[in-house]
């Protein structure tokens, strides 16, 4: 029997666009029920039933605008097309904005296990400035009936760096996530993307983004504080308490294990070749509708692209990059390849190898960007 492999569920609608948000999303709910025809039409279409699956992910976009019945419906279609593990990671993404304690409890009787909860921030100057839909006060309401519909591996999501966000309000918030005593913690620095309202507000020099030396300091005491209180820092922006409580479904990402990517903008990755779905919800319907798939593009990696991405997402990731894993893919020494990078790096300890595996120290990973830059470029 092959390895495990994961699925993703993309659930493209949102109650209103956020400032600062990239991800393809829609704010015309009356698509839902066509959406999800589809999206059962697609997984019966893609699905090969040899495959095990034993991670499900539904996100977004904002899954908990859809009713428990939906989520049903999918979760059946999902385990009579596949072989579905029987400890299988559910993870189901909720907006504080849009769920209740009913909701959470009959999501947790059809199979759903973990929770994401979009909480960003409990300060309300920073939610407003982030345009979201939700109070403080909301996030807290949702993460107590979580915790009392039964949940025990909940995730809250953190934003960070804010162009008026000083440590003490970031320190205030971490104190109060902690607090709250969820199993995993998302930590995100705000990051300013082409396209987005934010960016727009950027050009208009209506605000300015924070520093990079502001930036890294959070980054920082993020990591020390969250350390300190029993929140291993396991990835980049991922902490959390206990390897057990590490997100399996993310994990596999940064794995390159092969995974599904169902519903429109959905990306998919079979160990070789990465295909994605149009970002267009009503394409994507149509193509189903009339019988085919709704593939956009594919593109066969080369051996040097493989190589790049196993570089740039292992040194994301506490345990780095295992040389001897990279030998065996590629037939080439990463140490020998890599040389005169390694050197630089390992002089000024922003990395260590040990126990043949190289990984970023925290000086390092602050400067994530521009070493995986020179990696790349010596790669690609
Ligand atoms: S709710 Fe989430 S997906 Fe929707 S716009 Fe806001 S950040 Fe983006």
Redesign the pocket.
Known sequence: MCDPKSIYIHIPF?????G??D?F?NTDLSLIPDYILALQNEIKKRADSEDKIDTIYFG???PSLLSVKDVDTLLHTITDTFKVCRDVEITFEV?PGTSNLNDLRQLKKIGINRLSI?AQSFNEDKLRFLT??HSAEQSIKIINEAQKAGFDNISLDFIYGLYFETQTIWRKDLEQAIGMTPSHLSCYMLTIEPGTAFNQKIQKGLFKPLGNKAMSIMFKNTITFLNNNNYEHYEISNFSKGRQNRSRHNSRYWDMTPYYGFGAAAHSYDGKTRSWNPKSIGKYIKDLDSGRLPVEEDETLTKNQLMMEMIMLRLRTLEGLDIAKFQTLFHDSFENRYKDILEPILGESLGIINDQRFALTLEGKIRLDSIVEAFAEKTL
Do not use: E, M
């Not at 949102?14 to 956020?18: A, L, M, N, Q, T």
């Open positions: 949102c109650v209103k666009k956020c600062y948000c991800f999303s977004g976009g904002t907006n979009g979201r839909i």
